[in-house]
């Protein structure tokens, strides 16, 4: 239920260019908004966001639990995320148990970059990055018209010497990120495991429960510990995070 603590990463990308060492990329993921209300606790998660000076925010998914409609408050204060450049969202698989549409629209409302299958571009200092997002791997499963992950969507148009950040929910999803390129995904779903010893349990599904890791010759992952929780709220031996990951060329 505190406010999580910032965990600092330095991620060395041999692809990028000169212009964006040192771009912050705040990443949040699992804030779970859901029966007991965190309107407070999601202010002054924003505010300690707002005090990382980010270029570019991430919300990987699972943002709550519940519809729009009843999640209102507890979702507001993301709109005063503030970003350089671009703030951007992506599908967890618990939008796909109520309203991923709704979601997808009401971060779009609060000023978010709805990443649903699709890129944009950041620039600064002459050098490029594609930010992309994918659905979740369980969104084609849930029967949603137009929904289920699709990096060659994500990716089409994007200039394939340029590198890639990819937010993808599970991080299950890395082999299609390592087939499509991608320099980095940022993920989170493991919550850590939560409550120990369950990252036992999560290491039978996920490939990774948490950090940084590398996957082929050119992918690398990150998987944050997740932002809120669920299900009881509490955490053993596995603390919640907002996470800044600093990017560094080579």
């Known amino acids: ?103 997808l629209a009401r971060m779009s409302e609060l000023g978010w970059e709805a990443l649903h299958n699709r890129h944009i571009v950041v620039e600064r200092g002459g050098s490029r990055l594609v930010v992309a997002g994918v659905d979740d791997r369980t969104a084609k499963s849930s029967g949603r018209p137009g929904h289920g992950a699709d990096h060659a969507t994500a990716l089409a148009g994007a200039d394939p010497d340029l590198p890639v950040l990819l937010l993808a929910h599970q991080p299950k999803q890395i082999g299609a990120a390592v087939d499509a390129g991608v320099d980095l995904q940022i993920s989170g779903h493991t919550h850590g495991g939560q409550i120990w010893p369950f990252h036992y349990l999560v290491r039978l599904d996920q490939p990774v429960v948490r950090g940084l890791t590398r996957h082929g010759a050119r992918t690398q992952l990150y998987t944050s510990r997740g932002t809120g929780f669920w299900g009881p709220p509490l955490r053993i031996f596995a603390p919640s995070e907002i996470t800044l990951l600093t990017l560094r060329s080579a």
């Open 1 to 103: 239920m505190r406010v999580p603590r910032v965990a600092r990463v330095d991620v060395t990308i041999p692809r990028l260019g000169a212009g964006l060492d040192g771009v912050r990329v705040v990443l949040l993921t699992d804030t779970h908004y859901g029966p007991i209300d965190r309107a407070r606790w999601s202010s002054a998660v924003v505010d300690v966001v707002n005090g990382l000076d980010a270029d570019i925010v991430c919300h990987t998914g699972d943002i709550a639990d519940g519809t729009v409609a009843a999640r209102r408050a507890q979702s507001a204060p993301l709109g005063d995320v503030r970003a350089r450049y671009a703030r951007t969202y992506v599908t967890g698989n618990h939008e796909y148990f109520g309203e991923a549409e709704g979601w």
